[in-house]
């Protein structure tokens, strides 16, 4: 799931807290203001993972005002996330009849219809958010369409699209660990060390970085490098699929 409006939440939920004695009348005298600050709530308990307290929140946001775009769409993510697919699309289409423009719910609408398996579709609700010049993390659309057709089997378009996405933010670690997975896959393997350099340059190993640092580095022959990664791999994530896979 895309974060960047999560995150935003959680930064005005601190604001909102500090300030709810002093706006609690006037919420209530407003439903459509009270439905974004409890959405808003509800979002940065969702980027928290406590789904509770999220679930507690948007639903006052959607009992305030059921057609807040917001609430529908924080909600929708809500669902998805408990693994309700067919609510949470319900309530992604609800969001997108009135706020179908706004970049952060295409950019999740894409992600959930990938998931549902309509690449298609998934692919140019992506490029609509990235196509909006008020959208500030294109580069996370693009990474969602290229990793979306990569799992569809389509790596030429995958890696168009990871490319665009590395030319926006060079370190994007999604699209620095895809890009290394295809060229492993093609045999590229001096492509993929460097893809996997510029990640570990930035970001924290992952069970699933290691595990493709050991098999690109056995590719080449470096015995070093594979004994390394092998290491991190199984104290780092012992209990890990990756792990297991190596052992």
């Given at each position: 799931m895309n974060t960047s409006a999560l995150m935003t939440a959680v930064c005005v939920t601190a604001v909102l807290i500090s300030g709810c004695t002093s706006t609690g009348s006037s919420l209530k005298k407003n439903p459509k203001k009270a439905a974004g600050y409890q959405a808003q709530l509800g979002a940065g308990y969702l980027q928290r993972n406590r789904l509770g307290l999220a679930k507690q929140y948007l639903e006052k946001?959607?009992?305030?005002?059921?057609?807040?775009?917001?609430?529908?769409?924080?909600?929708?993510?809500?669902?998805?996330?408990?693994?309700?697919?067919?609510?949470?699309?319900?309530y992604f289409r609800k969001a997108m009849a009135q706020d179908g423009k706004n970049p952060?719910?295409?950019?999740?609408?894409g992600s959930?219809?990938?998931k549902s398996g309509?690449?298609?579709?998934?692919?140019?609700?992506?490029?609509?958010?990235a196509s909006d010049p008020l959208y500030t993390t294109p580069a996370f659309a693009y990474s969602n369409a290229g990793i979306c057709l990569k799992n569809?089997?389509?790596?030429?378009?995958?890696?168009?699209?990871?490319?665009?996405?590395?030319?926006?933010?060079?370190?994007?670690?999604?699209?620095?660990f895809h890009m290394a997975e295809i060229s492993y896959n093609r045999g590229e393997n001096a492509k993929a060390q460097a893809f996997l350099?510029?990640?570990t340059e930035r970001h924290p190993d992952t069970p699933e970085t290691l595990l493709l640092c050991y098999k690109t580095n056995?590719?080449?022959?470096?015995?070093?490098?594979?004994?390394e990664c092998a290491n991190r791999l199984l104290s780092k994530f012992p209990q890990s699929k990756e792990a297991a896979e190596l052992n």
């Open positions: 946001a959607l009992k305030s005002d059921s057609n807040s775009p917001e609430a529908q769409h924080y909600y929708a993510l809500l669902q998805e996330r408990l693994g309700d697919n067919a609510k949470a699309g319900t952060e719910l295409l950019n999740n609408y959930f219809l990938c309509d690449t298609q579709q998934a692919v140019a609700a992506f490029m609509s958010a569809k089997g389509n790596h030429a378009h995958s890696e168009e699209y990871l490319r665009k996405a590395l030319t926006l933010q060079p370190y994007s670690p999604s699209a620095l350099y510029r990640y056995r590719a080449l022959h470096d015995g070093k490098q594979t004994e």
